[in-house]
């Protein structure tokens, strides 16, 4: 069995570099930060979401022992925690979600890192699903920010993940959490998060996705992926491709540790149904020497939302092996209280919009088939924007055979974003040629501009669908929020899910 090479980040051909932030400046006071303050530390960071790979000095972002000494500054928060960390092309973050819901059901005090946010940045770091307070958050950014402007100038600039990186982890120590549920950021062998030693690692579907800088096959992807697969820590995998699975097993076995995939060593099953109190949905079986996970309906709606589910309860079930206990009927009211923004969240009604950061053609695929599966429709309207250095053909096939009409547009938020004028020569080219036949298609500057006309363009029972990256969801959610406050209206949840609001968790400071 061959182990495919890992793509060095650090070797990838770097194009003109992005403005790198000033070097590191005199520490602000740290009792003195207040919030907005810790924002501004944090933006003039690189923030390589916000930047085209072309342009990245990947030499310098992509630098764990840049993060390792970052954290060691800090007193090694990192090392205090322990941990499940999750990777993967799409359902990383819906896995994160489910597992840290559980566990807060089954008693611990959780952890939860994830990325991007939608609306604000605080949404990435949360305790017991509570986003960290605005004063904390100054305190950890102020305690981060003097602590990189002490490191080696040899190091190069911390970036914002770094940042956020660091930040969740000396926020979860200082809170003395049970557990971290952490989100890889990108890839996973070079990832800032990838400084822990995990109790569980976790692998989610594995796409083509960031192919400059993560390798142009899925080896070369997988192999990025499985550097969090480290010894002494069980791994759990949804089913993937055969040459995705080859690297897979091949690190777990370098490593000298345990890979259990859905539906093989595991044993997995979901099956879909109705019921009028749940509509439409996906129930799970996990069965294993130690769990018995029966019929558990799938929070998240959409069948491919089954197997991120089973990896969830996967995590879980190792988990027992560990000293954490999550007993089966707990785990089922954790499952009942997640809820996971930007992913089929519904964020207005009468007209109907839903949001979701599909960002590839897989996760498009996805969500027009659960579109199709949980909601009542005449006509759909998408609203689409996506990423330049996307799977943009990919992309636009699947949404030919799902949307009535498209408005083609951009996010204001990333200067990664394609241009729409070409999203719609693509996509008419792509209909002309293919089965799905004419589609109504417009081109508006904006996101404002497009959902404005997307609103005039419905009646009450039609679909608005707002997707192509977290980037477009979250500037959605913000504008549809910002006209509900205008009007003194609160936005509709996610009418699908339970949502259960816990308690503001209660500080456990070391």
Do not use: W
């Not at 950890?140 to 100038?153: D, M, N, R, Y």
């Not at 699975?245 to 109705?274: I, K, N, P």
């Not at 491919?304 to 990896?311: I, L, R, S, T």
Request: hydrophobic content about 40%; charged content about 25%; glycine content about 8%.
């Amino acid at each position: 069995m061959t182990q495919a090479r890992t793509t060095s980040i650090k070797n990838a051909k770097a194009g003109p570099k992005a403005p790198t932030p000033a070097a590191e400046a005199r520490p602000a006071p740290v009792d003195a930060l207040d919030y907005a303050g810790a924002l501004a530390l944090l933006e003039e960071r690189l923030n390589v979401e916000a930047v085209k790979p072309s342009q990245l000095d990947t030499e310098q972002v992509f630098r764990l022992d840049r993060m390792l000494a970052l954290s060691e500054s800090l007193g090694s928060p990192h090392a205090d925690l322990r941990c499940v960390h999750v990777a993967g092309s799409k359902g990383k973050g819906s896995v994160c979600e489910m597992t840290a819901a559980c566990l807060e059901a089954c008693g611990c005090v959780v952890g939860l890192f994830t990325s991007p946010h939608l609306t604000r940045v605080r949404e990435r770091i949360r305790l017991n699903r509570s986003e960290i307070p605005e004063g904390d958050f100054a305190r950890v950014i102020g305690e981060v920010h003097k602590a990189a402007s002490g490191l080696p100038k040899k190091l190069g600039p911390v970036t914002y993940f770094e940042m956020l990186t660091a930040a969740a982890f000396l926020y979860f120590a200082q809170e003395a959490v049970d557990v971290a549920v952490i989100e890889v950021g990108l890839g996973g062998t070079h990832d800032a998060t990838n400084i822990i030693r995990p109790e569980v690692s976790a692998i989610t579907s594995i796409q083509l996705e960031h192919t400059r800088l993560l390798g142009s096959s899925l080896a070369e992807i997988a192999a990025h992926k499985a550097g969090i697969i480290k010894s002494g820590a069980p791994a759990v995998s949804v089913p993937q491709a055969p040459e995705v699975l080859e690297v897979l097993r091949a690190r777990a076995a370098d490593q000298g540790t345990t890979l259990e995939v859905l539906g093989e060593e595991l044993d997995f099953s979901f099956r879909v149904s109705a019921s009028t109190h749940l509509g439409a949905h996906a129930k799970v079986v996990l069965s294993t020497p130690r769990s018995n996970f029966e019929h558990l309906p799938v929070p998240l709606r959409g069948e491919h939302q089954a197997a991120n589910c089973g990896v969830a309860l996967a995590i879980l079930d190792r988990l027992r092996t560990r000293g954490i206990d999550t007993p089966e009927s707990l785990v089922a009211k954790g499952l009942e209280r997640t809820c996971a923004a930007g992913r089929m969240e519904i964020v207005h009604r009468h007209p109907t919009v839903l949001i979701d950061g599909a960002h590839n053609p897989e996760s498009v695929q996805a969500l027009m088939r659960a579109i199709g599966t949980h909601l009542r429709f005449d006509s759909m309207i998408v609203v689409f924007g996506c990423m330049a250095d996307k799977d943009i053909p990919g992309m636009l096939k699947r949404l030919a055979h799902g949307a009535d009409k498209i408005f083609f547009t951009r996010s204001s938020d990333s200067p990664r974003a394609a241009d729409p004028r070409d999203l719609a020569k693509r996509f008419n080219e792509i209909c002309a040629a293919g089965t799905s036949g004419h589609k109504m298609v417009q081109v508006a500057p904006t996101l404002r501009e497009a959902l404005q006309r997307a609103a005039q363009a419905v009646d009450r029972h039609d679909l608005i669908v707002v997707t192509g990256s977290f980037a477009m969801a979250g500037e959605a959610k913000r504008l549809l929020q910002d006209k509900a406050q205008a009007r003194r209206e609160a936005p509709v949840g996610n009418a699908a899910i339970v949502e259960v609001k816990p308690p503001a968790p209660k500080p456990r400071r070391r």
